[in-house]
């Protein structure tokens, strides 16, 4: 069974950093694209950022670019974002999802609450 | 780059619903549609244009040609009543529609 579970989400004031971590398993991680994609309080989906499997092709959205940073570890099965001078609106709850260039996510996980404050 | 779909449709059990996914040359590229229940996680529930994945019912199908993109549920039941979003590729950047609201009524 494909899992994917996400950690690291949590309560961070304006200006901090985290770092959010998926653990992939039930699937050959290494084989795989990878999302990051999240999701504002009562908002749509908006994507974050792609990987591909050996990591050497990387995009993120405009808003997220030169802030954030995606990264993937295929020995340990795991998907990363660093998150770096976050802002209030990145309040969101974060998604990482397995996907290819044809979509974002054929399974995702169940999300970390990622909360700014000023 | 932008996909738009209506806030809101509504439908009767047992009809046919439809939620509609318009952007520029969106023909031209791969679309797929997730459907996501308050508190859950999107479900992918049409990829490349009109591929089921494994578990999704067969009242689902898509559609897409010209600048639209068209998610249709057949037999609509109460358990569809969810967000659905599409999405597609624009060259290195992923977009999703805005979401539409059905509502199985």
């Known amino acids: 069974e494909v899992q994917l579970v996400e950690s690291g989400g949590g309560l961070k004031q304006s200006g901090g950093s985290l770092r959010l971590s998926c653990a992939a398993s039930?699937?050959?991680?290494?084989?795989?694209?990878m999302n990051w994609v999240r999701q504002a309080p009562g908002k749509g989906l908006e994507w974050i950022s792609y990987i591909s499997t050996s990591g050497s092709t990387i995009y993120y959205a405009d808003s997220v670019k030169g802030r954030f940073t995606i990264s993937r570890d295929n020995a340990k099965n795991s998907l990363y974002l660093q998150m770096n001078s976050l802002r209030v609106e990145d309040t969101a709850v974060y998604f990482c999802?397995?996907?290819?260039?044809?979509?974002?996510?054929?399974?995702w996980g169940q999300g970390t609450l990622v909360t700014v404050s000023s | 780059y932008e996909l738009t779909q209506p806030p809101s449709v509504s439908v009767s059990p047992g009809q046919t619903a439809s939620i509609t996914c318009s952007g520029d040359?969106?023909?031209?590229?791969?679309a797929c549609w997730y459907q996501q229940k308050p508190g859950q996680s999107p479900v992918l529930v049409i990829y490349?244009?009109?591929k089921r994945p494994s578990g999704i019912p067969e009242r689902f199908s898509g559609s897409n040609s010209g600048n639209t993109a068209t998610l249709t549920i057949s037999g609509t039941q109460a358990m569809d009543e969810a967000d659905y979003y599409c999405?597609?590729?624009?060259?290195?950047?992923?977009?999703f529609g805005g979401g539409t609201k059905l509502s199985v009524l």
């Open positions: 999405q597609a590729w624009d060259s290195t950047t992923v977009i």
């Open positions: 999802a397995r996907g290819d260039t044809s979509m974002a996510g054929d399974y």
């Open positions: 040359k969106l023909g031209g590229k791969h």
């Open positions: 039930g699937f050959t991680f290494s084989r795989f694209e």
């Open positions: 490349q244009e009109n």
